[in-house]
């Protein structure tokens, strides 16, 4: 297992230089933070306005919705912390041509352009979605079991590899659609209606989340795991989906990069 | 005599802005999947929105709205959302901070009438297609059809121009701050975060708290959302209503436009050129 023990090296090389970098800017820490303390508190109100009107959204009470908005802003901040930062950037790669750079080094391209970054204070917005998660866990007076809990770190690690293999699969779609800077945008937009259980949704929203873009399995069930709603056989559905979602973003950026040609010259 | 020598400051002024417009038009026209997103990416927050209230609705009328009330609104939201949408802030931001500012003042005509322009290329032909998508949706969906009121519809283009007016001085006059911090894009955010409940985005004013409506109203955010859009689906129906929030569009605009220019004078004097 050379390779991946390689790669682990110039992994902790990487993040050991963007550290230094990040350190000399503090302030941002500050700020990052305000932020996701604002954002946080508006989708907290926007819950309590849905729930001045209804008792149950989807089936689910009050805190269970805010256990399932913590873990949505722990994603949220997966994404800012390495994705957005890392992939996100492989439009502006294509497009200018630096993607050649990425290609002549000895470690898998994918794995280097995936991880090459990491905005190390909106790792702040996991710290807090989880607090959040635990602090609504609390409040909905449920008990916490074993098995909930190992649920819930086995659904929590689908739900990253489901986001990002979203993530591979439309920052793939940059090499055939070289113009399209704002493919983020996309992700933003539809992940979004991550922030409520999928059954709160009407049937063909619902469809739309579950089968074509797998959101349901980002947020809904590693909450549904906290919240005594998952049954095993769910659990290992998700772990399916997280396989061949990880598996088939690896097979599209395989046959995206072919058509990579280089900018430029 | 010439034709040129004729030629009223108007003239030439209506000339630059046909240009203005004509290249912004020409670039957004290279950039066509790129808006596409952007459009998609404008429009899922209402759906979502739309589809939580349709859900909860599902028992019957939340403080009078119907399913097919929030169906309406929310396409209005979404028509509306899109004609006002605001970023003039992070264009100028950028401009200050890597000294693209310089050569947009050696011009003769301010910045702002350049993206007033950009505005007007990108957004009368998005506005269309969001438009066309829910005449396309009206046909088979009864719910989002709104009342055939000829006369309605025109106040509402007025408000949603007002809207638009509003939104962009607010938004460009909030990113002139960048002349002092670094920081006011993030000034920006918050009155976009702030604007979720109170321009009505994620639900019709009438279904927030009462106290919260009462302090929305001495501020702009629901003239430039909320009030056009009811106005479109048929919610303003009496005088004092139309008077209330044309009045209030008009004092914002108003407003907005003084602080414009305060900051722009200020912004200007104290500007040092980035690089060079």
Redesign the interface.
């Known amino acids: 297992m050379t390779g991946i023990r390689r790669a682990m090296i110039v992994l902790r090389a990487f993040w050991q230089l963007n550290w230094l970098e990040e350190l000399q800017y503090r302030g941002n820490f500050i700020a990052s933070l305000l932020g996701t303390v604002f954002w946080l508190l508006m989708a907290m109100l926007t819950v309590a306005l849905y729930f001045r009107h209804t008792p149950r959204l989807g089936g689910w009470e009050y805190w269970d919705v805010v256990v399932l908005l913590g873990i949505f802003n722990a994603l949220a901040g997966v994404v800012e912390t390495v994705l957005r930062p890392g992939i996100g950037h492989l439009p502006t790669d294509v497009r200018s041509g630096a993607l050649d750079l990425v290609l002549v080094r000895p470690v898998d391209a994918q794995f280097y352009v995936s991880f090459r970054r990491l905005d190390v204070w909106r790792l702040a917005d996991v710290v807090l979605g989880l607090a959040l998660s635990g602090y609504a866990f609390a409040q909905s007076g449920r008990t916490v079991s074993a098995w909930a809990l190992i649920a819930f770190a086995v659904t929590f690690a689908v739900a990253i590899a489901v986001v990002y293999a979203i993530w591979v699969t439309l920052m793939s779609l940059a090499f055939w659609f070289v113009a399209v800077e704002n493919m983020s945008a996309l992700f933003d937009a539809v992940f979004e209606a991550a922030r409520y259980p999928v059954s709160a949704y009407p049937g063909a929203l619902r469809f739309l989340f579950v089968y074509l873009i797998p959101i349901a399995w980002t947020t809904t069930i590693p909450a549904s795991a906290l919240t005594g709603r998952l049954n095993p056989s769910l659990a290992l559905w998700a772990m399916g989906v997280g396989i061949v979602a990880l598996g088939a973003s690896r097979l599209l950026w395989r046959v995206a990069l072919k058509r990579y040609t280089s900018a430029g010259g | 005599m010439s034709r040129v020598a004729t030629r009223s400051a108007f003239a030439t002024f209506r000339d630059q802005y046909a240009e203005l417009m004509r290249s912004a038009f020409l670039i957004d026209l290279?950039?066509r999947?790129?808006i596409a997103?952007?459009l998609?990416?404008g429009i899922?927050?209402p759906?979502?929105s739309l589809?939580?209230w349709?859900?909860?609705a599902a028992g019957g009328a939340?403080?009078g709205y119907t399913r097919e009330d929030f169906a309406r609104y929310f396409f209005g939201v979404a028509l509306v959302n899109q004609a006002t949408l605001s970023w003039d802030a992070w264009n100028i931001d950028r401009w200050i901070r890597e000294g693209e500012m310089n050569f947009r003042l050696t011009r003769p005509i301010a910045p702002i009438h350049e993206a007033i322009a950009d505005n007007i290329a990108y957004k009368a032909p998005t506005a269309v297609i969001i438009l066309t998508a829910w005449i396309g949706a009206a046909t088979f969906w009864p719910a989002v059809r709104i009342p055939f009121e000829p006369g309605r519809w025109a106040l509402a283009i007025i408000a949603i121009v007002l809207a638009a007016a509003i939104r962009f001085l607010n938004g460009y006059a909030t990113g002139l701050l960048a002349f002092w911090t670094t920081?006011a894009t993030?000034l920006v955010?918050?009155q976009f975060?702030l604007s979720?409940?109170l321009s009505g985005r994620?639900?019709p004013l009438s279904?927030?708290?009462p106290q919260v409506v009462r302090a929305a109203e001495y501020l702009w955010f629901p003239y430039v959302l909320s009030f056009p859009v009811e106005v479109l689906t048929g919610t303003v129906t009496t005088g004092g209503q139309y008077a209330r929030g044309f009045g209030g569009q008009a004092i914002w605009l108003a407003i907005w436009l003084l602080l414009y220019l305060l900051v722009w004078t200020r912004g200007r004097r104290r500007y040092g050129a980035v690089g060079g």
């Open positions: 290279q950039y999947a790129s997103i952007w998609l990416w899922t927050e759906i979502i589809g939580i349709w859900s909860i939340v403080d920081r993030a955010e918050l975060g979720l409940f994620i639900a279904l927030l708290p």
